[in-house]
């Protein structure tokens, strides 16, 4: 149990461009997701905290004009970056709390997508 | 502030136990995860500790001591499939995950 997936794993893009990535709990119904970022070796940086039906909250310094963020059902967030950039490559990976779970607390990520932007 | 000390990296043999220490600072405390990264890779997660003591589960174990504010994660018996990095995340008074860049640590034959 506890699955998420994400989608697309892998996306190469032209500068100027939107991507959309979406993040899916396959096996459980998820009212928050998580969206991170990784640049090589440093540790995750959390962008924003989707909720299902409500507005995501960003965190400081993350334009959410530029990261646009739709949890429209229990088992689905999109992340669009629009008109991206070279320095908007990066891995990108989504999170969910399983709320059926004993441990409600407990985030579950998917695979990530990695971004590159020429 | 908010802040977690690991080690950067450390070397192990294949077989042999490890102890992967991890020391935090939070406002507020809501439990402590570890998670295992493999490079190129989504973090898994292993363990969620809240109450002081130690948790097992297979090679694995996590033990957590509020009052000091620390944790590790100790695994046993070694594979070359372990070689990865490991993250102790402590969650916040928000229930937010405060994340350090991790210990790398790498199996030898």
């Known amino acids: 149990g506890a699955v998420v997936s994400q989608h697309p794993s892998r996306v190469i893009c032209k500068s100027g461009t939107s991507v959309k990535i979406e993040c899916r709990s396959l096996?459980?119904?998820?009212?928050?997701m998580f969206w991170y970022r990784q640049f090589p070796k440093q540790s995750l940086m959390l962008m924003a905290t989707?909720?299902?039906?409500?507005?995501?909250?960003?965190e400081q310094g993350v334009e959410k004009d530029k990261f646009l963020i739709n949890h429209a059902s229990l088992t689905l967030s999109t992340l669009t970056v629009t008109s991206a950039h070279p320095e908007d490559s990066s891995f990108y990976i989504c999170?969910?709390?399983?709320?059926?779970?004993?441990?409600?607390?407990?985030?579950?990520f998917g695979p990530g997508t990695r971004l590159l932007v020429l | 502030g908010q802040n977690i000390d690991q080690p950067t990296e450390m070397t192990a043999t294949e077989g042999a136990i490890v102890q992967i220490n991890c020391t935090y600072q939070?406002?507020?405390?809501?439990?402590l995860f570890w998670y295992q990264q493999h490079a190129g890779e989504a973090p898994t997660f292993l363990s969620y500790?809240?109450l002081d003591g130690l948790e097992e589960k297979g090679r694995f174990s996590s033990f957590l001591s509020r009052s000091k504010g620390y944790s590790y994660l100790l695994l046993k018996e070694l594979q070359m499939k372990d070689s990865a990095s490991y993250l102790c995340?402590?969650?916040?008074?928000?229930?937010?995950?405060?994340w350090g860049a991790g210990t790398k640590l790498i199996i030898k034959p």
């Open positions: 096996d459980f119904q998820a009212t928050t």
């Open positions: 939070t406002s507020g405390f809501n439990g």
């Open positions: 989707s909720n299902e039906g409500s507005k995501a909250t960003y």
């Open positions: 500790n809240v």
């Open positions: 999170s969910a709390r399983d709320l059926g779970q004993g441990a409600w607390e407990t985030q579950y």
């Open positions: 995340a402590p969650m916040d008074s928000n229930y937010q995950l405060i």
